[in-house]
């Protein structure tokens, strides 16, 4: 038998005192661990020992008296049960802070930061608000490295910028950018999206995160923060957990061919109204239908939080014509991670039993038109769609629609070099087609040499990264991680080193 | 009374059934403490999925259980606890028109007395608790023997 614990974590044995018990427990453990053979697999043929009869759990008996069951022994206290859901919560735990590493003072994100071309290659630190904003909008995600620094800090890199001057630029002159972030995978997309989530906040911009686009589609993604809904008397409740598979209803909206998901909208008005200060801005339009007596000074905060006593989608689109038709509101930022999984058919089922596209839940129709060009804000913004490429559905039209704009945007192929469709394939799918056509595509890969010093350092300062960081170790790692892929660079190295 | 096991609690609940016919014992409720959400007279707990409950009456599969769900709009993580009222008392009035429990298992009996009565092989088979479709005797009849009667239980 193997030891039940390694030979380090046993007591001293000289100058300690040693129970009886334990001494027998050590020694017990010496004697079989010197055994030259092991006996594990004949002890385990026929039950605990040489004279129990009893087969073993999946073996056929035929005929004959079963063994009793066997009486439990005494005195050993029952196991620990984990309550339903804390495993889970363990898993999905995020946690934004390691006081063991040490502060590295870095210059905090403000306005400009991410859209000024001096801040390529630099680490900035998250503000306090806009990290509290991050959180609230589920922007953070578990894979990510958050939990070995002593506080949220990012790397500013080329793309970073490029798209943050973009969604400047638009914004200024009241324009809409539509954009699909591709890219390796553990290439930073989700940092990316992050970070243009940061940048919006930081400039006061109405945001609406997404955090995965399975969370439509999988019962078993949904994941809102229960703390926000006021739920801190159960600690599962706390935990989000209760929220996680019980809400996901879903019904037909009156007179159209789309279905809400009543309790999903009632989240995303809670992340929108805590978010973005809209208690500004009033509500210019009436509706009877929500509000028989509307008040004149009713705000769009006001608008947002009634999603919970009102029919939430009827909320949804009042709230939306306000942001998106009213003059003089800010701009708006529409996020989705792993947007492919809502460019398929969905797993609801109409009352015929047919499948429903996910472009007919109406909140993915919202996206899907902000990203066709069919709605479009007076006041601009920006919607982004990120693939995911550790979980990504095949599906035919996002990935030709990708390689398509990668090889003419990215790659700028003349005409004819540009790859063509399967002439004889069936799963391409037209309405997928229309939403992608006018998309911008944003290609995030490796990171340069610059970029990877800069983060190596803030590791080393962090004291994450106990190597001296030179040329040669700069370049070793980046070339470990796939000339800069900063997932593999981690893996590699910091990672690697974790005690 | 002290050693009864759950299995003849059913039994001697239900012995007013015609011989052979017995609840089966899933769809009886024994915790009559909290009876939870009744659909169709029993009861389940409130944390059951509404598609593991309705799959306990007996004849009612997963095909037939993602249809019904279907057309009430419920998702598949739905719990019973959360269905509406009326969605439950729809759900019953639908439950009650369809051939579930004692009368699906009437209906196969009938099935193979029909097969018994006009003496084909497989009405033979039945009785005399053998294969009826071809398969060999020599071993492996377990499952032939409980369930390949003229009187079917199960």
């Given at each position: 038998m193997a030891p039940l614990r390694c030979w380090r974590c046993l007591p001293p044995a000289s100058g300690a005192l040693l129970s009886i018990r334990r001494i027998a427990a050590i020694t017990t453990i010496s004697t079989s661990t010197f055994q030259p053979f092991s006996t594990s697999c004949a002890r385990n043929a026929y039950g605990k020992g040489a004279g129990d009869s009893k087969p073993r759990k999946g073996v056929h008996r035929v005929g004959g008296k079963s063994s009793p069951p066997s009486k439990k022994k005494k005195g050993i206290p029952p196991r620990l049960k984990v309550a339903p859901g804390d495993r889970r919560a363990f898993r999905k735990r995020i946690t934004l802070s390691n006081i063991n590493a040490l502060p590295v003072h870095l210059e905090t994100l403000d306005s400009k930061a991410f859209s000024s071309e001096q801040s390529v290659g630099k680490i900035l630190a998250l503000g306090n608000e806009t990290l509290d904003k991050l959180r609230r909008a589920?922007?953070?995600?578990?894979?990510?490295?958050?939990?070995?620094?002593?506080?949220?800090?990012?790397?500013?890199?080329?793309?970073?910028?490029?798209?943050?001057?973009?969604?400047?630029?638009?914004?200024?002159?009241?324009?809409?950018?539509?954009?699909?972030?591709?890219?390796?995978?553990?290439?930073?997309?989700?940092?990316?999206?992050?970070?243009?989530?940061?940048?919006?906040?930081?400039?006061?911009?109405?945001?609406?995160?997404?955090?995965?686009?399975?969370?439509?589609?999988?019962?078993?993604?949904?994941?809102?923060?229960?703390?926000?809904?006021?739920?801190?008397?159960?600690?599962?409740?706390?935990?989000?957990?209760?929220?996680?598979?019980?809400?996901?209803?879903?019904?037909?909206?009156?007179?159209?061919?789309?279905?809400?998901?009543?309790?999903?909208?009632?989240?995303?008005?809670?992340?929108?109204?805590?978010?973005?200060?809209?208690?500004?801005?009033?509500?210019?339009?009436?509706?009877?239908?929500?509000?028989?007596?509307?008040?004149?000074?009713?705000?769009?905060?006001?608008?947002?939080?009634?999603?919970?006593?009102?029919?939430?989608?009827?909320?949804?689109?009042?709230?939306?014509?306000?942001?998106?038709?009213?003059?003089?509101?800010?701009?708006?930022?529409?996020?989705?991670?792993?947007?492919?999984?809502?460019?398929?058919?969905?797993?609801?089922?109409?009352?015929?039993?047919?499948?429903?596209?996910?472009?007919?839940?109406?909140?993915?129709?919202?996206?899907?038109?902000?990203?066709?060009?069919?709605?479009?804000?007076?006041?601009?913004?920006?919607?982004?769609?990120?693939?995911?490429?550790?979980?990504?559905?095949?599906?035919?039209?996002?990935?030709?629609?990708?390689?398509?704009?990668?090889?003419?945007?990215?790659?700028?192929?003349?005409?004819?070099?540009?790859?063509?469709?399967?002439?004889?394939?069936?799963?391409?799918?037209?309405?997928?087609?229309?939403?992608?056509?006018?998309?911008?595509?944003?290609?995030?890969?490796?990171?340069?040499?610059?970029?990877?010093?800069?983060?190596?350092?803030?590791?080393?300062?962090?004291?994450?990264?106990?190597?001296?960081?030179?040329?040669?170790?700069?370049?070793?790692?980046?070339?470990?991680?796939?000339?800069?892929?900063?997932?593999?660079?981690?893996?590699?190295?910091?990672?690697?080193?974790?005690? | 009374m002290a050693g009864e096991t759950v299995l003849n609690r059913a039994r001697k609940a239900t012995h007013s059934f015609p011989a052979g016919i017995w609840l089966s014992r899933s769809t009886v409720n024994f915790n009559t403490h909290t009876p939870g959400v009744m659909i169709l007279g029993v009861g389940f707990h409130e944390h059951k999925l509404v598609k593991k409950a309705?799959?306990?009456f007996y004849a009612l599969g997963p095909t037939t259980a993602a249809r019904m769900m279907a057309k009430y709009s419920i998702h598949e993580t739905q719990r019973v606890g959360q269905l509406p009222a009326k969605i439950v008392t729809s759900l019953t009035g639908e439950l009650s028109t369809m051939t579930l429990e004692n009368d699906a298992k009437r209906v196969i009996q009938d099935n193979i007395a029909r097969l018994k009565d006009m003496n084909s092989y497989r009405g033979r088979r039945h009785a005399m608790h053998l294969p009826v479709r071809g398969q060999r005797t020599r071993n492996q009849t377990e499952t032939v023997r409980k369930f390949n009667k003229l009187f079917r239980t199960r």
């Amino acid at each position: 038998m193997a030891p039940l614990r390694c030979w380090r974590c046993l007591p001293p044995a000289s100058g300690a005192l040693l129970s009886i018990r334990r001494i027998a427990a050590i020694t017990t453990i010496s004697t079989s661990t010197f055994q030259p053979f092991s006996t594990s697999c004949a002890r385990n043929a026929y039950g605990k020992g040489a004279g129990d009869s009893k087969p073993r759990k999946g073996v056929h008996r035929v005929g004959g008296k079963s063994s009793p069951p066997s009486k439990k022994k005494k005195g050993i206290p029952p196991r620990l049960k984990v309550a339903p859901g804390d495993r889970r919560a363990f898993r999905k735990r995020i946690t934004l802070s390691n006081i063991n590493a040490l502060p590295v003072h870095l210059e905090t994100l403000d306005s400009k930061a991410f859209s000024s071309e001096q801040s390529v290659g630099k680490i900035l630190a998250l503000g306090n608000e806009t990290l509290d904003k991050l959180r609230r909008a589920n922007a953070f995600k578990p894979t990510q490295s958050w939990n070995m620094f002593r506080k949220p800090s990012t790397l500013v890199r080329r793309e970073t910028v490029n798209l943050c001057s973009k969604m400047e630029k638009n914004a200024q002159e009241n324009k809409f950018l539509r954009c699909i972030i591709s890219g390796e995978r553990v290439a930073g997309k989700s940092m990316v999206v992050l970070q243009a989530l940061a940048h919006a906040y930081a400039n006061d911009w109405i945001v609406v995160n997404i955090p995965d686009g399975g969370y439509f589609l999988s019962v078993y993604m949904l994941y809102i923060d229960s703390l926000e809904a006021g739920e801190t008397t159960d600690r599962r409740q706390t935990l989000g957990y209760d929220l996680v598979i019980s809400h996901l209803d879903y019904a037909p909206i009156p007179n159209s061919n789309l279905w809400s998901l009543p309790t999903t909208i009632q989240g995303l008005l809670r992340q929108i109204s805590g978010n973005s200060d809209l208690s500004k801005h009033k509500v210019v339009k009436s509706y009877p239908n929500l509000f028989p007596n509307q008040s004149p000074n009713l705000t769009l905060h006001g608008l947002a939080n009634s999603g919970s006593s009102n029919d939430s989608w009827a909320v949804w689109q009042a709230l939306w014509t306000e942001l998106t038709e009213v003059p003089g509101r800010p701009p708006i930022l529409m996020c989705l991670d792993g947007f492919a999984h809502v460019m398929r058919m969905s797993k609801y089922r109409t009352k015929q039993f047919e499948p429903i596209h996910a472009h007919d839940l109406a909140l993915i129709k919202t996206f899907c038109d902000l990203m066709a060009g069919k709605m479009v804000p007076v006041q601009g913004g920006a919607v982004i769609g990120a693939l995911s490429m550790s979980n990504q559905p095949m599906v035919k039209s996002v990935e030709y629609a990708v390689q398509y704009k990668e090889a003419q945007q990215v790659l700028q192929l003349p005409e004819e070099e540009l790859p063509k469709r399967e002439p004889y394939c069936r799963e391409y799918d037209e309405r997928v087609d229309e939403v992608l056509r006018e998309a911008e595509i944003l290609k995030v890969g490796g990171i340069n040499k610059k970029e990877a010093r800069a983060i190596m350092e803030y590791w080393a300062a962090s004291g994450m990264y106990r190597h001296k960081v030179d040329e040669r170790r700069v370049t070793e790692t980046w070339s470990l991680g796939g000339h800069g892929i900063i997932g593999e660079m981690e893996r590699a190295s910091l990672r690697n080193s974790r005690i | 009374m002290a050693g009864e096991t759950v299995l003849n609690r059913a039994r001697k609940a239900t012995h007013s059934f015609p011989a052979g016919i017995w609840l089966s014992r899933s769809t009886v409720n024994f915790n009559t403490h909290t009876p939870g959400v009744m659909i169709l007279g029993v009861g389940f707990h409130e944390h059951k999925l509404v598609k593991k409950a309705l799959m306990k009456f007996y004849a009612l599969g997963p095909t037939t259980a993602a249809r019904m769900m279907a057309k009430y709009s419920i998702h598949e993580t739905q719990r019973v606890g959360q269905l509406p009222a009326k969605i439950v008392t729809s759900l019953t009035g639908e439950l009650s028109t369809m051939t579930l429990e004692n009368d699906a298992k009437r209906v196969i009996q009938d099935n193979i007395a029909r097969l018994k009565d006009m003496n084909s092989y497989r009405g033979r088979r039945h009785a005399m608790h053998l294969p009826v479709r071809g398969q060999r005797t020599r071993n492996q009849t377990e499952t032939v023997r409980k369930f390949n009667k003229l009187f079917r239980t199960r």
